[in-house]
């Protein structure tokens, strides 16, 4: 690829792009979500409709908010280098497991109504983050046991049985043919 002027450049040109794509439209999802979710809900408790000036106003500063809290955790992840992929991989694992809880009680369970799924879904995660969480708070304590020697065997099985396998003698020594290739 380096043959050619200008084509590596172009293709990490590519990857970038869809990269900010892939993060712009992730963004952009965020917002609408929150809009439709949170904030149209809260304009229909006080009856009243919102107007497209009012969506757009409400959108732009969400799209916004989110994208700045997008380059905060890049910072950071970048900070914290390997430990972000263990906080990440323990983060999944404590809220990946009641998200789908409530998606399989959905599927499986149709009699579960949105309360009952709610109260499990607020327990499931309260009980997961904080198993999750309190070995990093209060970490178990380490014993560290002694190395002695003392009451042992002198002739131990485990270091005999470690030199078996060390032969440095060569082939014609053992009686071994000198061609172990077939044919």
């Not at 485990?158 to 032969?167: C, F, H, K, L, Y």
Request: a negative charge; glycine letters at 14%; charged letters at 10%.
């Amino acid at each position: 690829m380096g043959a050619w002027p200008g084509l590596p450049g172009l293709f990490v040109a590519a990857i970038f792009i869809a990269f900010i794509s892939t993060v712009s439209s992730g963004v952009n999802s965020l917002a609408a979500v929150i809009l439709e979710d949170v904030v149209k809900p809260l304009y229909r408790w006080r009856d009243t409709e919102l107007t497209r000036q009012a969506v757009y106003r409400a959108t732009v500063p969400l799209g916004i908010m989110f994208g700045g809290l997008t380059i905060g955790l890049a910072y950071m992840v970048d900070r914290l280098g390997e430990t972000a992929f263990l906080i990440s991989i323990n983060l999944f694992g404590m809220v990946g497991g009641p998200v789908v809880g409530v998606i399989i009680n959905g599927i499986f369970l149709p009699f579960v109504n949105s309360w009952g799924a709610g109260a499990g879904l607020v327990t499931s995660l309260t009980v997961g983050l904080y198993i999750g969480t309190e070995p990093l708070l209060n970490p178990p304590p380490s014993f560290n046991l002694p190395m002695r020697t003392d009451g042992c065997w002198r002739d131990n099985v485990t270091s005999q049985m470690s030199d078996v396998g060390n032969t440095s003698a060569p082939l014609p020594a053992l009686g071994l043919p000198g061609n172990l290739t077939a044919g």
